[in-house]
């Protein structure tokens, strides 16, 4: 039973179009979100995060929107550049206090085309 | 300032073998999480080391266990293992058991035959 869903194993975006990234989750004990980005043979690296007071932050070219109602976030990725093309895994906690249990979606290969 | 560094990188045991992985974390993290990510899923957590302390434990049985040193590197052992448990083990370090943000290493890719 996934708690936290990306339904779209992978995304092909040309270069400086926009990138779109889904997660779903169903925990409504989570409040606290992030997006990680892994690149082959490498461990994955923090992106973003939001908390569930808020409903969008933005760091860049990167913006995390957060609709609690729907229990949905995306990443929002403009421009695209070739150098994003990764596999991009939503995370959710319930408290960052203890035991930072996050639960890992199952991850979107993005790749950007040139 | 040292990243996240595991050890082996990559290890073939077969069924019922045991297995130790390790980790330093990196300079001036004092909290350490373990986590399997199985081919095709995101990683799992399967717990997390404060101040040498296990603070957290994810759905993983007992034959999992780990240690975390005073200077904060960590061991992860896997006891009688099956087959299931080939995976990619990631370690990452942060701040403090309420950072967000996770240093994680490249991980250890242990096939288990």
């Known amino acids: 039973d996934q708690q936290v869903k990306q339904n779209s194993p992978s995304l092909s975006v040309q270069e400086g179009r926009i990138s779109i990234l889904n997660c779903d989750y169903t925990?409504?004990?989570?409040?606290?979100f992030l997006w990680y980005k892994k690149y082959p043979a490498e461990g994955p690296t923090f992106l973003i995060s939001?908390?569930?007071?808020?409903d969008k932050n933005e760091d860049g070219r990167f913006t995390v929107f957060l609709n609690k109602s729907a229990k949905h976030l995306s990443l929002h990725i403009v421009p695209s550049q070739p150098g994003d093309s990764a596999v991009y895994f939503c995370?959710?906690?319930?408290?960052?206090?203890?035991?930072?249990?996050?639960?890992f979606g199952p991850g979107t290969r993005l790749s950007v085309l040139p | 300032e040292t990243g996240v560094t595991q050890s082996p990188t990559h290890l073939i045991k077969t069924r019922g073998q045991q297995v130790t992985l390790r980790c330093s974390s990196q300079?001036?993290?004092?909290?350490v999480s373990w986590y399997q990510q199985a081919l095709g899923q995101g990683p799992q957590f399967i717990f997390q080391?404060?101040?040498?302390?296990?603070?957290g434990r994810g759905n993983f049985p007992p034959r999992f266990s780990g240690l975390q040193f005073p200077n904060y590197s960590s061991e992860l052992n896997v006891n009688a293992l099956e087959l299931d448990d080939s995976a990619l083990y990631l370690c990452?370090?942060?701040?403090?058991?309420?950072?967000?943000?996770?240093?994680f290493g490249s991980g250890t890719q242990l096939s288990v035959l």
């Open positions: 990452a370090s942060s701040l403090g058991q309420g950072d967000e943000k996770l240093f």
């Open positions: 925990n409504s004990m989570f409040d606290y």
């Open positions: 939001i908390s569930s007071i808020k």
């Open positions: 995370a959710a906690s319930g408290s960052l206090n203890y035991g930072q249990n996050f639960v």
């Open positions: 300079s001036g993290h004092n909290t």
């Open positions: 080391y404060y101040r040498e302390e296990e603070n």
